[in-house]
């Protein structure tokens, strides 16, 4: 939603005007504010409403993590296993 809010604004600008739009996005201001209308939104989305989603969210944010820390590991036992299979046959 938001990304499409961007490109609407940005769509109707030259090539050059798009750095002077973009520049005051990327203050430290802005970021924190954005990051606290999301977490605001969240919070009257699913929290104020008790949905029980938070919880999904939660499972599956650390099912994600969790893949992605195992994720180095699992390659190099595969590296291992391709090496070990090729200099067997």
Not at 22 to 37: D, E, N, T
Not at 56 to 65: D, E, K, L, P, R
Not at 74 to 88: C, F, N, S, V
């Amino acid at each position: 939603m938001a990304m499409r809010r961007f490109f609407n604004e940005i769509r109707g600008k030259k090539l050059s005007e798009v750095p002077e739009h973009v520049k005051p996005m990327m203050s430290l201001g802005y970021i924190k504010r954005a990051i606290q209308r999301g977490m605001d939104n969240y919070h009257a989305k699913y929290i104020e409403t008790s949905s029980p989603d938070p919880i999904f969210h939660v499972c599956y944010g650390g099912m994600i993590f969790s893949y992605l820390v195992a994720l180095p590991h699992e390659r190099r036992h595969l590296e291992h296993r391709q090496q070990h299979a090729q200099q067997h046959h």
